[in-house]
């Protein structure tokens, strides 16, 4: 039995006994990753109060949403291969310290442009981060156990994502006032605070392994290329993406010459920013990526449809819109935690079932709000939620284990951010069309809220039925790996050994 095979039954390091403050140490990881996840939906409900208090326009202070959605999603990557190289404790503490700083001086900003400024920061202390979350897990877990913990981090993904609006709801109701909105920082200052002391005492300390250069070449081509594509998504709202359509084919160039530069950077024996071999080389990683980012579109998206239809539509004020939608991140939460449990037993088969769940919840919500009378709407609307809740629950945590259970711990960070990243630019792309799609819808129906709100939920499940496909095409290659590996016993004769290379 292998030292890493030892590991994982005591659910330690590879090699060493197991950490007896490692679930400790999670929650403390987890508690970081649902604030900053938090914070790119919970200000969208502030909005207004903002722009009214600091005499700010609409355009500018739309930016301290997308300013903050932007540098998350740049600097996720180069974060995770730093921390993989100077080690994840030290980038975690430091990334976490910068963002409660940045947390306060957003609160305190006595002027639009220093709030942008503060967001700006803000969001690239949470790019920094995020990658490092996935990269602790798999650095503590092993086994069984590192599907619980990731079970766990998925759980906090989904609810974080969900709950966003309801909570900058229930801070604005509490926090009385003209400067209630200032509260939505403020929280995470002692909260943080209390995590940074938790993660001094409780993160591991592992000594990194020799100095690398880091691949500044691959940083800039990823960062241009990230960048392109974002750009026209955070000004969608002010007409970006027919202004800037031509970022697109850019970025896409871009990202070209960064996947040659690392192929390059590989063959030459080098550590590339992001290892060619994470795609080409791990099982599931690529699938697992390309599935969470097309997830990401409808999932992300369609909770701004639904604030859109709640309060524009019904009157709804934000606490009791996001009220509305609470089953689907119960559902959400619950699944997640027993999921973990069980995608060492079923695999994507697990995905699979989830994404049918999730997709069936949301159609059944699309038929309540386009047709149910409007007083019993959001009471007939929640059992399909909590459903397509249960199916997200078992999508989002699930996939994130099975895309990095084969990555090697040296490149956990890296790895983690690249799928996040992937995550960030499916939701940009869910955030922007969804919601230009129901006011398309809007304008064009006469100002019929149902059927913008159908129709755009329609375009949701579009996206999830792609990532369906890549579920099931993963599940079926997977089926036919093990058929292979563990041929049925015939009596009287031997088991032939497996040879195709998979686990056995």
């Not at 960048?227 to 850019?250: I, K, Q, T, Y």
């Not at 449809?305 to 524009?312: E, I, R």
């Not at 989002?396 to 960070?413: H, K, Y």
């Amino acid at each position: 039995m292998d030292r890493d095979t030892r590991a994982g039954r005591r659910g330690g390091a590879p090699g060493g006994p197991a950490d007896p403050g490692r679930w400790k140490a999670l929650w403390v990881t987890l508690t970081t990753g649902f604030m900053s996840l938090l914070d790119v939906t919970i200000v969208a409900v502030a909005l207004p109060s903002m722009q009214r208090d600091l005499h700010a326009s609409a355009s500018s202070v739309q930016w301290v949403v997308s300013g903050y959605a932007l540098t998350f999603a740049l600097a996720l990557v180069p974060a995770g291969r730093v921390g993989d190289a100077v080690g994840r404790r030290r980038i975690f503490l430091c990334a976490l310290a910068g963002f409660v700083l940045c947390s306060a001086a957003a609160g305190a900003a006595p002027t639009i442009a220093w709030l942008v400024v503060a967001r700006l920061a803000q969001g690239a202390c949470a790019g920094c981060l995020a990658p490092q979350n996935s990269a602790l897990i798999q650095q503590m877990f092993r086994g069984a156990e590192r599907g619980r913990a990731f079970g766990l981090f998925g759980a906090t993904v989904g609810v974080s994502s969900a709950v966003g609006p309801i909570t900058g709801g229930l801070i604005l109701a509490l926090a009385h006032g003209a400067q209630g909105w200032r509260w939505i920082f403020y929280v995470n200052v002692p909260v943080g605070a209390v995590a940074l002391l938790l993660g001094l005492r409780l993160l591991p300390r592992v000594a990194p392994g020799r100095r690398e250069r880091l691949d500044l070449p691959g940083v800039a081509l990823l960062g241009a290329g990230v960048l392109a594509w974002m750009l026209p998504l955070v000004f969608a709202e002010s007409g970006g993406l027919r202004r800037l359509w031509w970022l697109f084919p850019v970025g896409l160039a871009l990202l070209a010459c960064f996947a040659r530069w690392e192929r390059r950077v590989s063959a030459r024996e080098g550590r590339p920013l992001l290892d060619p071999r994470l795609l080409t080389g791990t099982r599931g990683y690529a699938l697992g990526t390309a599935l969470g980012a097309l997830y990401f579109v409808g999932f992300s998206g369609v909770w701004l449809v639904f604030a859109l239809f709640f309060q524009n539509g019904l009157g709804y004020e934000p606490l009791r819109s996001g009220l509305a939608v609470t089953p689907f991140a119960i559902g959400s939460a619950a699944a997640a935690v027993v999921a973990g449990r069980l995608v060492e037993r079923l695999g994507r088969l697990l995905t699979v079932c989830g994404l049918v769940a999730v997709m069936a919840g949301l159609a059944a919500t699309a038929l309540v709000l386009r047709s149910a009378p409007p007083d019993v709407m959001t009471w007939l609307a929640a059992p399909a939620l909590f459903v397509g809740g249960l199916g997200s629950g078992c999508v989002i945590s699930p996939n994130v284990t099975m895309t990095l259970r084969e990555v090697p711990v040296r490149m956990a960070g890296a790895a983690g951010g690249a799928l996040q990243t992937g995550q960030r630019l499916g939701g940009a792309v869910g955030t922007a069309a969804l919601p230009g799609l129901f006011y398309l819808v809007l304008g064009s129906s006469g100002r019929d809220f149902r059927e913008a709100v159908a129709l755009s939920v329609g375009a949701a499940l579009v996206a999830m039925l792609a990532a369906l496909t890549i579920a099931v095409l993963d599940w079926r290659r997977d089926s036919s790996r093990t058929a292979r590996c563990h041929p049925r016993r015939i009596p009287e004769q031997p088991t032939p050994a497996c040879r195709c290379g998979g686990r056995e």
